[in-house]
């Protein structure tokens, strides 16, 4: 019933930029917390960033200052805007949504690659 569809991701170069956007359905982002996460691999997967119902962030601390974590409830769609792109911020990032119940629901992932 509920789907998160993320999409955007793809090859940059470093210092390049790219905007993922995380669709939902079946569930009301008016209602949940949105956040991104990436996972690199043979590591943990880590939260990038948090958009609370109020409109609060939370950053990880290697991403301060280069990307932007917003919503669009309207769209029942989230973004996550990342500048400055690093060979570091390589991973699989994927949209989660928690609902008023503290459930979890996750996007299947899409790849950011970024590389000269």
């Known amino acids: 019933q509920v789907q998160l569809v993320e999409s955007g991701g793809g090859l940059v170069q470093p210092g390049g930029s790219l905007r993922l956007s995380c669709v939902g359905s079946?569930?009301?982002?008016?209602?949940?917390?949105m956040g991104w996460y990436r996972q690199a691999p043979g590591k943990q997967r880590e939260l990038v960033a948090n958009?609370?119902?109020?409109?609060?962030?939370t950053y990880a601390d290697s991403v301060k200052g280069r990307f932007t974590i917003s919503r669009d409830n309207a769209k029942n769609t989230g973004y996550l805007q990342m500048n400055s792109l690093k060979p570091e911020d390589t991973a699989v990032y994927y949209c989660?949504?928690?609902?008023?119940?503290?459930?979890?629901?996750w996007g299947q992932g899409t790849q950011v690659t970024v590389s000269s």
């Open positions: 989660r949504a928690g609902d008023l119940d503290w459930r979890a629901y």
């Open positions: 079946g569930i009301s982002f008016s209602l949940t917390t």
């Open positions: 958009i609370r119902l109020g409109g609060s962030t």
